[in-house]
Nanobody, 122 residues
Framework: QVQLVESGGGLVQAGDSLRLSCAVS????????VAWFRQAPGKEREFTAR????????YYADSVKGRFTISRDNAKNTVSLQMNSLKPEDTAVYYC???????????????WGQGTQVTVSS
């Protein structure tokens, strides 16, 4: 079992930065992948970024590439999402998810956090 707790959401203006954190606890096996998904109002949940727990292997959705950076701190058991140059279209509930598969599909992630709201005003 893996437990995930997100924090760091809030209300910011367009162009601002925000950093989300995901506290990871439980069984953190070496091939664990931790990802961030987001769900905007009236839209389906979509993949944002992913990192492998044991190595610095990252992957980003095209919509956030160059603006968002995912990183891990194994000593603190956290995965962070640094979001820069935020846009109103980044407004969503952001979820941390974990799974064993090299995937960006929601169904391939077995563990989920409760989500944290990010609102970007224009």
């Amino acid at each position: 079992q893996v437990q995930l707790v997100e924090s760091g959401g809030g209300l910011v203006q367009a162009g601002d930065s925000l950093r989300l954190s995901c506290a990871v606890s439980g069984r953190t096996f070496s091939n664990l992948r931790v990802a961030w998904f987001r769900q905007a109002p009236g839209k389906e949940r979509e993949f944002t970024a992913r990192i492998t727990w044991s190595v610095d292997s990252t992957y980003y959705a095209d919509s956030v590439k160059g603006r968002f950076t995912i990183s891990r701190d194994n000593a603190k058991n956290t995965v962070s999402l640094q979001m820069n140059s935020l846009k109103p279209e980044d407004t969503a509930v952001y979820y941390c998810a974990a799974g064993r598969v090299h995937s960006r599909a929601e169904a391939d992630f077995d563990y989920w956090g409760q989500g944290t709201q990010v609102t970007v005003s224009s």
